[in-house]
């Protein structure tokens, strides 16, 4: 990714923000906060671009985000990808007709869903990451002792000041509850997506078998049909929550564009 991409990268100001409020939180003073988000900007930028922001997967698709080992998105994609590995298995270990062909279709067709469970993983990795730079707990403490030296102070000026640092905690509390919400999510949907994935794994192979004792490969291939619908309609979910992933993240970057060039302020 180049330098000018990484500019308009949302994640890239996300990133510095955060870093920045969580600074300031812990008591570093507000110029010296806002240094240290500079900073990550910078270096952010920097190496997204030395390093082109992931593995590029082809003209006009998205890069794959790096996937933390030993996270819960890690073990939802393994068994996935072990899933898929018994789709294609299950389609190959058929004679060759009409089932095979259809079977072999279905293994192909599981191999997109499996692309999109990769990038909600790389997601959930990435918002993982990002709200551990947003402490809730400390930052609850420091709004609390705000409050009470709010109430205890009378002084216009101070008060004024008292109140913006107190809006500007308050925000950032919100920033991380949202993010928790959006990792909650896209585990919910890996789970599923998952459990989803090898359910129709042993529905295929039951399907298979029975087509080669109890049913015509004509009944065989219809009951393929309705497999395939509910793969595309797997996919079709993962794809959904992927883009409203994308949407919300990219919000927080503050202009109201998301990162597919949605305007949320609709």
Do not use: C
């Not at 959006?182 to 529905?203: C, F, I, N, P």
């Not at 794809?239 to 994308?246: D, G, K, P, Y």
């Amino acid at each position: 990714m180049a330098l000018k991409d990484e500019a308009r990268d949302p994640w890239t100001y996300i990133l510095g923000a955060l870093v920045g409020g969580a600074a300031w939180a812990v008591g570093v003073p507000v110029l010296a906060a806002a240094g240290v988000g500079a900073a990550v900007l910078g270096v952010k930028a920097a190496i997204g671009s030395a390093l082109g922001g992931g593995r590029s997967t082809g003209v006009g698709e998205r890069p794959d985000l790096p996937v933390a080992p030993h996270s819960p998105e890690r073990h939802w994609l393994d068994r996935a990808e072990r899933a898929v590995a018994s789709f294609r298995d299950l389609a190959r270990s058929v004679p060759e007709g009409i089932v095979s062909e259809r079977g072999r279709s279905i293994g192909a067709q599981s191999d997109k869903t499996l692309e999109g469970l990769r990038r909600l993983a790389g997601q959930a990795t990435v918002t993982r990451t990002v709200a551990g730079h947003v402490n809730v707990d400390l930052l609850a403490n420091e709004g609390e002792r705000l409050r009470l030296t709010l109430n205890a102070t009378t002084d216009p000026d101070i008060r004024e000041e008292l109140e913006r640092s107190l809006e500007s905690v308050r925000e950032q509390m919100d920033i991380g509850a949202r993010l928790q919400q959006s990792m909650a999510t896209l585990l919910a949907r890996m789970e599923s997506g998952t459990l989803g994935l090898e359910h129709l794994v042993a529905q295929l192979a039951e399907i298979l078998a029975l087509s080669e004792t109890a049913t015509s490969p004509v009944e065989g291939a219809a009951q393929l049909e309705a497999l395939a619908d509910e793969l595309e309609g797997l996919r079709a979910g993962l794809a959904e929550t992927e883009q409203l992933s994308r949407r919300t993240l990219g919000a927080y970057a503050g202009d109201g564009v998301a990162s597919d060039g949605t305007d949320q302020r609709e």
